[in-house]
């Protein structure tokens, strides 16, 4: 992976890349103002397509089995951008009214199926401790083991990992257990977690009523042949964005003693070059550098803060469609080499 027109090396960053990593904060923080206008609008050019594609997938749900995915897959990239809202309220960045962000966020979340409270605590951890290799670091995160971790487990445990870091796992059963597991049951009993955990409860129980409604009005096939397809879809897109953005190649991980914040934004974040319209489509997460540089930057001045500051092509760890799919084979974190590796060079280099 290049980067600003060199190849990234872990620690061996520049001291112009250290000079330039410290002007970010002070660029970013200028576009952390939410706007209320844009908010508006970003809640209706997503909601209401998702709710008429919804429709249509319900009344023509009898013709074609091949044009009801096709609607899915369609409406599940509006359902991340109606995520990418309740992500957004769960920093507080989306509206300049904290009861007004609760309201949306709890909204979005009767349709996500993510917890809104819950998953915003998980996820803020996950912002304070991205690529810190400490305990509890897959909070928020995909699990990533050390070479010498891995090294340490046990022969079930070595199989276990593996295919937990297999694609169809990953990809595919991992968003749908993600949903329907993580996320429906308290699992975390940190410290500080007794109101997310409650809050976790509530959402279960607004989920039952809201969508058992749904069920005796439509039917339980109905509705099943309509939503649970935008779900899987949307989970598999969520996860595998959420992947690629913090498991390339040369990312950031280290120790607690040795992490450093803006590098973990910087380095540890990758900036997802995708054609406009799939940066639309998955409300610019793909500007992850500059969401974890700051996550009170609303997510409709990411692109804006980026592009206005071309500081930021020469520091972003960019990564085209092409180059994420190679993201599929990083399996562990090589604290010598400083990188994610595979399972071929795993075995080449260790297996002796």
């Known amino acids: 992976m290049v980067r600003g027109g060199r190849s990234i090396t872990g620690f061996n960053m520049q001291q112009s890349d250290a000079h330039l990593y410290e002007q970010l904060p002070a660029i970013v923080k200028r576009y952390q103002l939410p706007n209320n206008w844009k908010a508006s609008i970003q809640i209706l050019n997503s909601f209401l397509p998702f709710l008429a594609i919804w429709v249509a997938m319900y009344v ?38 904290r009861r007004l962000n609760n309201i949306i966020g709890s909204a979005c979340s009767f349709l996500t199926f993510i917890p809104y409270k819950y998953w915003a605590k998980n996820h803020n951890y996950h912002h304070g401790h991205n690529g810190i290799l400490d305990q ?30 297999s694609a169809p796992v990953l990809f595919l059963l991992g968003p749908l257990m993600y949903i329907f597991y993580n996320n429906r049951f308290p699992i975390i009993r940190l410290k500080g977690w007794e109101l997310a955990n409650r809050s976790l409860i509530w959402n279960n129980v607004f989920l039952l009523a809201i969508h058992g409604t749904l069920i005796y009005f439509l039917g339980w096939e109905a509705f099943t042949r309509v939503h649970f397809p935008i779900i899987a879809a949307f989970g598999t ?9 913090h498991q390339h190649e040369f990312t950031y991980k280290a120790w607690k003693e040795q992490w450093s914040y803006l590098r973990a934004s910087i380095q540890g974040s990758s900036y997802y070059k995708l054609p406009r319209l799939f940066h639309w489509l998955s409300g610019n997460i793909g500007y992850h550098h500059i969401h974890h540089l700051n996550s009170l930057v609303p997510n ?19 990564l085209t469609f092409t180059q994420s799919l190679r993201c599929i084979f990083n399996k562990l974190w090589d604290e010598e080499q400083e990188k994610m590796i595979g399972w071929r060079e795993y075995f080449k280099r260790f297996s002796k």
Request: charged letters at 20%.
């Open 60 to 97: 023509y749900r009898d013709v074609s089995i091949w044009l009801t995915i096709g609607l899915a897959i369609v409406n599940a990239f509006f359902l991340v951008r109606i995520f990418i809202i309740q992500h957004d309220c769960g920093h507080q960045s989306f509206t300049a009214s």
């Open 136 to 165: 509890n670091r897959d909070i928020g995160d995909i699990n990533t083991l050390t070479v010498k971790e891995f090294q340490a487990l046990s022969r079930p445990q070595k199989l276990k990992y593996m295919l937990f870091r």
């Open 300 to 318: 409709y001045e990411l692109a804006r803060c980026h592009h206005e500051n071309p500081v930021f092509d020469q520091v972003a760890n960019s």
């Open 237 to 245: 897109i969520a996860i595998w964005f959420f992947y690629v953005q």
